[in-house]
């Protein structure tokens, strides 16, 4: 049986809150949203079914963001969080516009999925945000868009992700 052959996946942020973001991932810390308290991907080794974190969502998205949730809308976010499961140790994760917008920011993953279930105190008052995924921030590295020729295929591929 061989070895897995390294993946390379891109995950956006919220750049609306990218100055708290950046000092995360600095630690080794991606943090996605969708993320309150009781929203977790992963109970114990188990993880959620979708039919459950469905109905956690549509309850969280009214206590937390005001907002009625559809099942549709909390499929997409499960499906869309549920990549963070599936990411290994020696995987290349990719995020754009980070931390700046001509910059992305290049890391290994040392870890896999995490979910942050510190007090909203201890996280500079956020309390959205606690899907992690765990990264070697000594592997960690920024590059310019345009500072090299490999950054330009780079950037020619996650044309939809810069703009979205």
């Not at 993953?109 to 942050?116: E, K, N, S």
């Not at 105190?121 to 960690?140: C, P, S, W």
Request: glycine letters at 8%; aromatic letters at 10%; a negative charge.
């Amino acid at each position: 049986m061989g070895q897995r052959e390294q993946r390379v996946v891109v995950f956006r942020v919220d750049y609306s809150n990218t100055n708290w973001l950046v000092e995360r991932i600095k630690e080794g810390r991606l943090h996605q949203g969708w993320g309150v308290p009781g929203l977790q991907l992963r109970e114990g080794t188990q993880e959620v079914p979708v039919d459950l974190w469905r109905q956690r969502y549509i309850i969280a998205s009214k206590e937390h963001w005001a907002v009625d949730a559809t099942d549709e809308e909390a499929d997409r976010r499960y499906w869309i969080l549920h990549r963070m499961l599936e990411v290994e140790d020696g995987d290349l994760v990719i995020v754009p516009k980070m931390p700046t917008g001509d910059q992305f920011t290049l890391a290994p993953v040392r870890g896999g999925y995490a979910f942050d279930d510190l007090g909203k105190e201890q996280r500079g008052g956020t309390d959205d945000y606690r899907h992690v995924l765990l990264l070697d921030a000594k592997e960690l590295r920024t590059f310019s868009y345009s500072a090299y020729t490999q950054a330009e295929v780079v950037r020619s591929k996650m044309r939809a992700y810069r703009s979205a």
